[in-house]
C-alpha cells in the first residue's frame, strides 16, 4: 500500500525503545552490495570521500557476508533465547543494497506502521523484503528522488547537509522513540520536510522533536540511545552540551559513552566511525546487546543497573550498523 495517509488498524507497534522486547526483524548480509555511484549514494553516504573513484561499487566480500550472518543468527539466537519472535528478511525483490539494516526502513508507533521515504534510489523498494514481518498494515510512504532533491556542495563540507528541503525524504534510522516524544535527527539522511511529515502522521500520538546541527552523517543511533524512561546514553564528541538537545530530553538523566574499544573493518570496506560501538539493543530496561569488545561501555551501564549481552557483530564498521541498526523492533511490552 502506497500513500502518505494514515489509516487505524488493531495493530499494536512499540512506542519506546526499552520495553521489553516481544518481536523484531533481525537483518541479513546476504546480497550486500554496494551500488553503482549516483547522486543519492553520493551526497547521503559518501559525502566524507573526496575521490569518488575509490568507492568500489558491486558485492562485499564473501568473508564479510559469511561472517556477518553467522553473527546475526548468534544474535537471532540470543534474543530466541529471551522469548523473543525473530523474524528475518525474505528474498522478495533482490536487494539493490542490503537487507543487513531493517532499521533504516521501518519506522512502527503504535497504530502505525510505515516504510520511510528512503532518499538513496537503490534503497526504494528495501521495504518489501520485511513486509512480511507487518500485520498487513504496512504504509509505504511516497517518495520524489529527482536530482534535484541532492545538495553536491554537502561533499567535503559536513556542515552542509546532502537533502535539500523540497520533499520530505528520511531514514527510519533517523528516529528513536520515547513513547508521545519522538527525537529526529536532520542530517544527510533525513531532512526537516521529513520530521514534518512524521509529525502530520503521528498526529496527537506523539511529538517530533528535531535534533539538528550536531552530525551529518547520518543516523541517530550513534549519537543518542535512549535507555529507559529518562535516562539516556550520549556520544561525548557530538553532543557535548545537553542544551543542545531539544526538549523535554534536557533534564533527561545520561551516561557519557566512554571511548570506544574499535574493532576495525575489512580492507577499505569503511561505512562507520568508531562510534558504531555505542549502537545497542534493548531487551528491556536492564538488559541490551552490546558489541563483545566494548567493556568500558558495560562498566559503565552496570552502574546504572544494565547488564550487557556481549555479542561479536565483526562487521558492524564495515557494513555501517550496529545492533541497533541491524534490528527493527516491532513488539514491545
Given at each position: 500500500?502506497?500513500?502518505?495517509?494514515?489509516?487505524?488498524?488493531?495493530?499494536?507497534y512499540?512506542?519506546?525503545?526499552?520495553?521489553?522486547?516481544?518481536?523484531?526483524?533481525?537483518?541479513?548480509?546476504?546480497?550486500?552490495?554496494?551500488?553503482?555511484?549516483?547522486?543519492?549514494?553520493?551526497?547521503?553516504?559518501?559525502?566524507?570521500?573526496?575521490?569518488?573513484?575509490?568507492?568500489?561499487?558491486?558485492?562485499?566480500?564473501?568473508?564479510?557476508i559469511?561472517?556477518?550472518?553467522?553473527?546475526?543468527?548468534?544474535?537471532?539466537?540470543?534474543?530466541?533465547?529471551?522469548?523473543?519472535?525473530?523474524?528475518?528478511?525474505?528474498?522478495?525483490?533482490?536487494?539493490?543494497?542490503y537487507?543487513?539494516?531493517?532499521?533504516?526502513?521501518?519506522?512502527?508507533?503504535?497504530e502505525?506502521?510505515?516504510?520511510?521515504?528512503n532518499?538513496?534510489?537503490?534503497?526504494?523498494?528495501?521495504?518489501?523484503?520485511?513486509?512480511h514481518?507487518?500485520?498487513?498494515?504496512?504504509?509505504?510512504?511516497?517518495?520524489?528522488?529527482?536530482?534535484?532533491?541532492?545538495?553536491?556542495?554537502?561533499c567535503?563540507?559536513?556542515?552542509?547537509?546532502?537533502?535539500?528541503?523540497?520533499?520530505?525524504?528520511?531514514?527510519?534510522?533517523?528516529?528513536?522513540?520515547?513513547?508521545?516524544?519522538?527525537?529526529?535527527?536532520?542530517?544527510?539522511?533525513?531532512?526537516k520536510?521529513?520530521?514534518?511529515?512524521?509529525?502530520?502522521?503521528?498526529?496527537?500520538?506523539?511529538?517530533?522533536?528535531?535534533l539538528?546541527?550536531?552530525?551529518?552523517?547520518?543516523?541517530?543511533?550513534?549519537?543518542?540511545?535512549?535507555?529507559?524512561?529518562?535516562?539516556?546514553l550520549?556520544?561525548?564528541?557530538?553532543?557535548?552540551?545537553?542544551?543542545?538537545?531539544?526538549?523535554?530530553f534536557?533534564?533527561?538523566?545520561?551516561?557519557m559513552?566512554?571511548?570506544?574499544?574499535?574493532?576495525?573493518?575489512?580492507?577499505?570496506?569503511?561505512?562507520?566511525?568508531?562510534?558504531?560501538?555505542?549502537?545497542?539493543?534493548?531487551?528491556?530496561?536492564d538488559?541490551?546487546?552490546?558489541?563483545?569488545?566494548?567493556?568500558?561501555?558495560?562498566?559503565?551501564?552496570?552502574?546504572?543497573?544494565?547488564?550487557?549481552?556481549?555479542?561479536?557483530?565483526?562487521?558492524?564498521?564495515?557494513?555501517?550498523?550496529?545492533?541497533h541498526?541491524?534490528?527493527?523492533?516491532?513488539?514491545?511490552?
Amino acid at each position: 500500500m502506497t500513500n502518505n495517509t494514515l489509516h487505524t488498524n488493531k495493530s499494536n507497534y512499540a512506542t519506546n525503545e526499552w520495553d521489553t522486547l516481544k518481536k523484531v526483524v533481525v537483518g541479513t548480509a546476504t546480497g550486500a552490495t554496494v551500488p553503482p555511484m549516483d547522486i543519492s549514494l553520493r551526497t547521503v553516504n559518501y559525502a566524507d570521500v573526496d575521490d569518488e573513484n575509490t568507492i568500489t561499487s558491486g558485492p562485499y566480500p564473501e568473508q564479510v557476508i559469511q561472517e556477518s550472518n553467522e553473527d546475526l543468527e548468534t544474535l537471532s539466537k540470543f534474543l530466541e533465547g529471551e522469548g523473543v519472535e525473530v523474524i528475518r528478511p525474505e528474498a522478495v525483490e533482490q536487494t539493490q543494497y542490503y537487507d543487513y539494516c531493517p532499521r533504516d526502513i521501518g519506522f512502527v508507533h503504535g497504530e502505525i506502521a510505515l516504510a520511510t521515504p528512503n532518499p538513496i534510489r537503490p534503497r526504494a523498494s528495501n521495504w518489501q523484503n520485511i513486509e512480511h514481518a507487518f500485520n498487513d498494515d504496512l504504509i509505504v510512504l511516497a517518495a520524489d528522488r529527482g536530482d534535484y532533491n541532492y545538495n553536491l556542495d554537502c561533499c567535503g563540507d559536513p556542515d552542509t547537509l546532502a537533502l535539500n528541503e523540497l520533499t520530505p525524504l528520511f531514514d527510519a534510522a533517523n528516529t528513536i522513540r520515547a513513547n508521545d516524544e519522538i527525537l529526529y535527527l536532520v542530517s544527510n539522511s533525513g531532512n526537516k520536510q521529513g520530521a514534518n511529515l512524521l509529525q502530520s502522521i503521528m498526529a496527537d500520538n506523539a511529538t517530533v522533536r528535531t535534533l539538528e546541527g550536531v552530525y551529518s552523517y547520518m543516523h541517530i543511533d550513534s549519537t543518542v540511545a535512549f535507555l529507559r524512561e529518562g535516562l539516556m546514553l550520549l556520544n561525548p564528541s557530538r553532543i557535548k552540551d545537553v542544551n543542545v538537545l531539544p526538549e523535554p530530553f534536557r533534564s533527561w538523566d545520561y551516561i557519557m559513552c566512554p571511548e570506544p574499544v574499535d574493532i576495525g573493518y575489512h580492507s577499505h570496506y569503511n561505512n562507520a566511525s568508531v562510534w558504531i560501538n555505542m549502537n545497542l539493543l534493548s531487551v528491556s530496561p536492564d538488559l541490551v546487546v552490546l558489541e563483545e569488545h566494548q567493556t568500558p561501555l558495560a562498566k559503565e551501564l552496570e552502574k546504572h543497573g544494565i547488564q550487557s549481552a556481549m555479542l561479536p557483530i565483526r562487521h558492524q564498521r564495515t557494513l555501517g550498523g550496529g545492533f541497533h541498526c541491524v534490528t527493527l523492533d516491532l513488539e514491545r511490552g
